[in-house]
């Protein structure tokens, strides 16, 4: 059974008070010294990260006992880019309010969610990206933080003109929430994540085994035209639901990977790709669906059931022997099917043998 947010959001208060005694409930920053001292200390191999094994260690010595599933989901948790280690910032910036997961009131959780439906509503799986951009158009000083005005002034740009803009309403419970060190701004980035929510680890590791068979040389950076070639953006859901074209959805996606001049630097990091698939993942409730799409698109064979490739091409074969059988290219992410010869080397690969000829069906 999946450990809930709640029960992570518990677990983690717990963490935080747990420091703050250890430092007798000195100031943030005497308790940042002390997580990161602990942290390095529990940094067996001085990698500058650690693992899970040495995250437990730590958790046991601060007599966290009996929580072995709660701990691994909250590895999981501040491991946000699946790499199976996490660093003193990471661990950091969850721990100490920077992170979206600051357990939230009733209150300002029916307004979080509200707002994130109401964008999905007009946007559709596209929506939070898009108020990424308005928010950030909004961000009238450039210091990539908005004020109270600003906020409003973006969300009603967006469409959301019902929210309750008096003393104590909607605007100001968002505020209230996202406004960690209380100087009456809030960080664009962190507010977009509060609405994200937290992806799956499954749905990450399904989104890094994409990126990975673009990032041949594991360096974590691909160029745009490698993301170009070969992204099937047929299986986008905006183009699946009819609100976008397969050339407007390569060319929104293409979009995210532009520097803040708004010109392309040529290069894809890790980062960069998950954080698309995080707004996309938001607006995805079913775990199949979201499995299939990223199957699909990116020609990814596996899944089960309705999550099963149906984007990887199956050719006929014609064995030496006269049988025939259709057969799927396994992962066929850039192969050229103009070549039959590339095609026949792909197929004696993934273990089909006795080939006398191959019949291409659309």
């Not at 108020?131 to 906020?151: F, Q, T, V, Y």
């Not at 937290?198 to 399904?206: A, D, H, I, V, W």
């Not at 993942?281 to 490739?309: C, K, P, T, V």
Request: aromatic content about 8%; hydrophobic content about 35%; charged content about 30%.
């Amino acid at each position: 059974m999946a450990v809930t947010e709640d029960k992570l959001d518990d677990l983690e208060k717990k963490l935080k008070e747990k420091v703050a005694t250890l430092t007798g409930f000195k100031d943030i920053e005497v308790q940042q010294r002390y997580l990161e001292n602990a942290f390095k200390y529990f940094d067996r191999n001085k990698s500058g990260v650690i693992d899970y094994d040495e995250f437990f260690a730590a958790m046991v010595r601060m007599n966290f006992i009996g929580v072995q599933r709660e701990l691994e989901a909250l590895f999981d948790r501040y491991d946000d880019d699946c790499s199976g280690a996490i660093d003193y910032q990471e661990f950091s910036s969850h721990l100490f309010g920077l992170g979206s997961h600051v357990p939230l009131s009733s209150q300002s959780r029916s307004v979080v969610e509200r707002v994130k439906s109401r964008i999905l509503e007009l946007g559709g799986a596209n929506g939070i990206r898009s108020c990424a951009h308005i928010l950030k158009r909004m961000d009238r000083d450039g210091s990539l933080n908005l004020d109270r005005s600003e906020l409003l002034e973006g969300l009603e740009s967006y469409g959301l003109y019902d929210l309750d803009d008096t003393p104590g309403g909607d605007i100001d419970k968002l505020m209230l929430y996202f406004d960690r060190d209380k100087n009456g701004r809030i960080s664009v980035e962190e507010f977009l994540r509060g609405l994200r929510g937290n992806m799956s680890r499954e749905r990450k590791l399904l989104v890094r085994q994409a990126f990975q068979r673009l990032d041949r040389t594991g360096e974590g950076i691909v160029n745009i035209e490698d993301v170009q070639g070969v992204y099937d953006a047929q299986h986008h859901p905006e183009v699946q639901s009819g609100r976008m074209t397969e050339e407007e959805a390569l060319n929104e996606l293409l979009h995210v990977f532009e520097t803040s001049e708004g010109q392309a630097d040529g290069n894809v990091t890790w980062r960069e790709f998950l954080d698309y698939y995080k707004d996309l993942s938001a607006g995805i409730d079913n775990d199949d669906y979201f499995e299939l799409m990223i199957r699909n698109a990116w020609h990814i064979s596996g899944g089960q059931g309705w999550a099963e490739n149906s984007s990887d091409r199956r050719v006929l074969v014609t064995h030496t022997d006269g049988s025939q059988e259709v057969v799927e290219v396994l992962n066929d992410l850039g192969v050229n099917y103009a070549d039959l010869n590339a095609v026949k080397n792909r197929l004696l690969a993934q273990g089909v043998r006795d080939i006398a000829e191959i019949s291409l069906h659309d």
